[in-house]
């Protein structure tokens, strides 16, 4: 399973060498429209390869799908945590319980009635 593992990856890291020794042309990358560009009277622009504009957009979708499905799970989560609190809660109360029922008992009689 390990070498399937590393074949797989050793697959993608040829894909990704492969796609940027395609792009490697220089473009530019405006951070605003022209038109907004000129009222704002700033122009802000970078020259760099086009494969790096295509990883960044890849890597900035995976930020950006990750954060927005940690957001949505919130109510899954916080679901859960009320599952545990509450599941604490009743073990406590049981313990409790338990201890009343035994209490004024031999010991070894409390154990083996529990066990039971």
């Given at each position: 399973?390990?070498?399937?593992?590393?074949?797989?990856?050793?697959v993608?890291?040829?894909?990704?060498?492969?796609?940027?020794?395609?792009?490697?042309?220089?473009?530019?990358?405006?951070?605003?429209?022209?038109?907004?560009?000129?009222?704002a009277?700033?122009?802000?622009?970078?020259k760099?390869?086009?494969?790096?504009?295509?990883?960044?957009?890849i890597?900035?979708?995976?930020?950006?799908?990750?954060?927005?499905?940690?957001?949505?799970?919130?109510?899954?989560?916080?679901?859960?945590?009320?599952?545990?609190?509450?599941?604490?809660?009743?073990?406590?109360?049981?313990?409790?319980?338990?201890?009343?029922?035994?209490e004024?008992?031999?010991?070894?009689?409390a154990?083996?009635?529990?066990?039971?």
């Amino acid at each position: 399973m390990r070498y399937v593992r590393y074949a797989s990856i050793a697959v993608f890291a040829v894909a990704l060498i492969l796609v940027a020794l395609a792009n490697r042309g220089m473009v530019q990358v405006k951070l605003l429209p022209d038109e907004v560009a000129a009222l704002a009277a700033l122009n802000p622009s970078l020259k760099m390869p086009l494969f790096l504009v295509i990883f960044g957009g890849i890597i900035a979708g995976l930020i950006i799908g990750f954060f927005w499905e940690w957001l949505r799970e919130a109510k899954e989560r916080a679901a859960a945590n009320r599952a545990k609190r509450e599941m604490q809660r009743l073990r406590d109360e049981l313990r409790r319980l338990k201890g009343e029922k035994h209490e004024g008992k031999d010991e070894v009689l409390a154990i083996l009635d529990e066990a039971s």
